[in-house]
């Protein structure tokens, strides 16, 4: 099992930022895909960005270029800092975990953002 330490989200307005932070524990294989999905009212979830142990990172299309993930070095902990929000950005984000050899995949309990003036 994979356990998660989710921090940052809330309410902000069009055009601001947030960041979040997931610290991963628990079963955490050598080789892992670490990052954020998320999930607005009466959509499916969906993948916001992620990075691999090794630092390899991976965006949607919607928000390449405000978004940027980052790892530590040492420990299984990635942080998302989200420019440029936009109303479309309003969901709850849920820390990401995906175990390379098994393929089994982990989720956080999830934190709001709502960008809205």
């Known amino acids: 099992q994979v356990q998660f330490v989710e921090s940052g989200g809330g309410l902000v307005q069009p055009g601001g930022s947030l960041r979040l932070s997931c610290a991963a524990s628990g079963s955490i294989s050598s080789v892992y895909i670490l990052g954020w999905h998320r999930q607005a009212p009466g959509k499916q979830r969906e993948l916001v960005a992620t990075i691999s142990q090794g630092g390899l990172a991976n965006y949607a299309d919607a928000v390449k270029g405000r978004f940027t993930i980052s790892k530590d070095r040492a420990k299984s902990t990635a942080d998302l800092q989200m420019n440029l929000l936009k109303s479309d950005d309003t969901a709850v984000y849920f820390c990401?975990?995906?175990?390379?050899?098994?393929?089994?995949?982990?989720w956080g309990q999830g934190t709001q953002v709502t960008v809205s003036s």
């Open positions: 990401y975990f995906r175990n390379h050899y098994t393929g089994r995949e982990f």
